[in-house]
């Protein structure tokens, strides 16, 4: 760890903690950013020397050195901490020894001290190494499981997108194919119908000329007959004056 004044040189003399974002004055001394800020707006000096700090002072470049240091001195603080607690985890907390044992009895981790201890008397132990190997055995068949159960369902989620493929695949051939049959039959329909109506045209104007001819007919006879009706009482006359001629 390191020493109490190493420690103290990265601190900021201001709020007696870590640098944070330090910048350095034109006399050599650092603070943080926000520290030396609030600082300068009641006194234009710096807070330890009492050096002026000219106006051109709210732009104050970063110490990167001493922010580099600060940032290594910090993580390698947490890492300490990390190890420390890992440790801890590790050790009997009534005894603070290794837990190297497991009672199988109390299905628990337990120190040597523990193991002799009036708690755990008549107990079975077994080397924690030991103890985790099955454990250990059936952690790594349940992970075996979980990923055979994984690449099952994979495989049948593929084997589900192919059918859903080709029932996509047939339903756009069905849909096609009926478009066409329609087609063909809407075809086919206006096809026949222009011959029904062609059809029907062709007996219509066969109907009315016969029609027509006969309608002709009719009227040359009644031409005809109206003739004759009008020359009639002509030839009555004629007929009687030649009967008065002969009985005279």
Not at 15 to 27: A, G, I, N, Q, R
Not at 127 to 153: F, H, S
Request: proline residues 3%; charged residues 30%; contains cysteine.
């Amino acid at each position: 760890m390191a020493s109490a004044s190493y420690t103290e040189d990265l601190n900021c003399s201001i709020c007696l903690t870590f640098f944070t974002d330090p910048v350095v004055l034109l006399c050599g001394h650092s603070f943080c950013r926000e520290c030396i800020h609030r600082s300068l707006s009641s006194q234009r000096q710096c807070p330890q020397c009492r050096a002026d700090v000219p106006e051109t002072g709210k732009c104050l470049p970063t110490n990167h050195s001493l922010k580099s240091l600060v940032e290594k001195e910090v993580d390698k603080l947490r890492r300490e901490h990390e190890n420390v607690k890992e440790v801890d985890e590790w050790l009997c907390h009534e005894h603070e020894e290794r837990l190297k044992l497991f009672c199988v009895t109390d299905q628990q981790l337990v120190c040597i001290i523990c193991r002799d201890g009036e708690k755990h008397q008549g107990h079975k132990f077994t080397p924690v190494k030991e103890a985790a190997a099955p454990l250990r055995e059936t952690l790594e068949a349940y992970m075996q499981g979980i990923a055979d159960d994984i690449n099952a369902t994979e495989r049948l989620a593929n084997t589900q997108r192919e059918e859903i493929a080709k029932t996509k695949d047939k339903a756009q051939q069905l849909t096609t194919q009926i478009s066409t049959q329609f087609k063909e039959m809407h075809q086919f329909l206006w096809k026949r119908e222009d011959e029904i109506k062609n059809d029907l045209k062709l007996k219509e104007e066969n109907a009315l000329e016969e029609m027509s001819d006969t309608l002709n007919t009719m009227e040359t006879a009644l031409t005809e007959s109206r003739v004759l009706e009008e020359n009639v009482p002509c030839v009555l006359e004629i007929t009687d004056s030649e009967v008065h001629k002969e009985l005279d």
